[in-house]
């Protein structure tokens, strides 16, 4: 047995016994064998760890297995014991961060840090499929419809406006608690309000009229609830509603639509039409927008059975002696005051001309004690038909054969006549890979007028009219030698 052949047999008999301290032997595993080859070969064939690495190339090429890939190049490699070359392993880290699959990250403007385990963030998300679908042309009745998180502003289409300032305008009240605590982004920045810095404005702070935002242009609606204080600031308590719009359009897009309730009535109509363009090699994009909306309002008493007063209408209602309820039929009207006009003797606040519908001491009365009221022509005094009278002494409720008070359910607003002009463009410019201009431009013509309204009652319900620095609905005072009384 020659020198070779027991240097092999120590070999295999060491790994055999120190099975257990493998990896701890390793290096003197690898150096025994590698001097047991050497004696065993000439010199001129001891090849170095680079050239190892080739050889498993040069084999290849003669039909063997060729490793694929840097990955297994190394692999086979550091299974002959062989170095591997920096290069080699920087090659394979490479291939094993391009072999994962590619992800598309979109930032819509939150900087909050969520955690899938420790935060817990309502949030909502309305895509243009669903708008176009739906037919909506105010992106805020949409989101008051479609979001549970909303409640009904203090300035909509639908109703009455709330203050002098400011009729039509849509604000998004996320929990109610105020239009002015919602923030509202586009494609991530802040926008500019629409509120009326005045104290007759319907709402505080600076909240942002949703009908502004041209619903053609509307990618998706993000909508976060609650969180938005810490980032963005108290206007953002109640959460943060971010429209994307889209500026990398290409083509041309016109639509068209009208719609109509069931009876015929609120009847409105849209043209909208969009067009975009590339140019500079992808690098830049123009997009404008342009659209024409138009509500016919209502009123109460076009939905009178609900809104308005109706002979049909049920209600409860307070029964005279005020002490119960009971569900009453018909419209309700108030006494004190009437359509055409109540006379008294007396005009100070609190000197109601009737009360429950009986004559008081400051009533004009008839022969037969009941009280009077102008009649529809003004010249003359007919008696008041009080119908069923309530529990709250001012209001009765029958048919309208029964009565001839004033009927404040029918002046109400049910829907805003509106008119309203969006003109919009924006775009990008790609000057490098991180450098992108953007531009937005905006211009907003609306009309809107309320379809009904309470009128002045001049009643002694309110203050004198005369008194300090006057009241509209206080009763007026006028000479029993005025020429113009005929009765």
């Known amino acids: 047995m020659n020198k070779t052949d027991v240097k092999r047999i120590n070999l295999s008999r060491y790994s055999l016994i120190l099975l257990s301290a493998l990896p701890a032997l390793m290096p003197w595993c690898w150096s025994d064998m590698a001097e047991a080859q050497s004696e065993e070969r000439p010199a001129s064939e001891v090849r170095s760890p680079k050239k190892a690495v080739q050889h498993k190339k040069v084999y290849a090429s003669k039909g063997h297995t060729q490793p694929q890939g840097a990955a297994q190049s190394a692999a086979a490699a550091v299974s002959s014991g062989a170095e591997v070359p920096s290069s080699v392993v920087r090659k394979v880290q490479q291939d094993t961060v391009l072999s994962g699959r590619k992800e598309t990250v979109t930032v819509t403007g939150s900087r909050l840090q969520k955690g899938r385990l420790t935060d817990n963030m309502a949030s909502m998300t309305l895509g243009e499929d669903q708008i176009r679908h739906r037919g909506y042309t105010n992106i805020g ?7 549970p998180n909303y409640s009904t502003p203090a300035n909509s289409p639908v109703g009455a406006a709330g203050g002098a300032f400011g009729a039509g305008q849509t604000y998004g009240d996320l929990l109610g608690l105020g239009a002015q605590r919602t923030l509202t982004l586009v494609n991530g920045r802040r926008f500019v309000s629409s509120s009326t810095a005045s104290q007759f404005s319907a709402v505080q702070g600076s909240p942002v009229d949703l009908a502004n935002i041209p619903t053609l242009l509307i990618k998706k609606v ?11 600031g108290s206007d953002a308590i109640a959460g943060v509603q971010n429209f994307i719009l889209d500026d990398d359009y290409k083509g041309v897009n ?23 363009t590339h140019f500079d090699h992808e690098r830049g994009t123009v997009v404008f927008d342009v659209e024409y909306n138009q509500t016919f309002g209502m009123t109460n008493a076009d939905r ?35 359509q055409t006009g109540v006379p008294g003797m007396l005009g100070n606040y609190g000197d109601y001309p009737n009360y429950q519908g009986v004559a008081t001491g400051s009533s004009i009365t008839s022969q037969a004690g009941q009280p009077l009221i102008f009649s529809q022509d003004g010249r003359s005094l007919v008696p008041l038909r009080p119908g069923t009278p309530t529990g709250d002494g001012f209001t009765a ?5 029964e009565m001839n008070g004033f009927p404040i359910g ?4 049910l829907l805003n006549d509106q008119q309203r002009l969006n003109l919009t463009t924006l775009g990008h410019y790609d000057f490098t890979r991180h450098l992108r201009f953007t531009y937005e431009a905006w211009y ?10 309470q009128p002045y009652y001049n009643t002694q319900m309110f203050d004198d009219v005369f008194d300090g620095p006057g009241q509209p609905n206080g009763a007026m005072e006028l000479s029993t030698d005025n020429p113009f009384l005929t009765f």
């Open 444 to 453: 907003v013509h609306s009309s809107v007028a309320n379809t009904a309204s």
């Open 410 to 413: 029918n002046y109400g607003n």
């Open 304 to 338: 009178a059975r609900w809104a308005g007063t109706s002979d049909k209408k049920l209600q409860y209602t307070r029964n005279q002696a005020g002490n119960g309820y009971d569900l009453s039929r018909g419209s309700r009207e108030y006494l004190p005051f009437t």
């Open 254 to 276: 016109l639509t068209g639509q009208t719609g109509f309730s069931q009876k015929g009535d609120g009847i409105d109509y849209r043209l909208a039409g969009k067009a975009g």
């Open 397 to 401: 409720v029958g048919k309208k054969g």
């Open 222 to 232: 993000d909508v976060v609830v609650g969180s938005g204080g810490p980032v963005y």
């Open 141 to 147: 009745m949409a989101l008051m419809t479609e979001n």
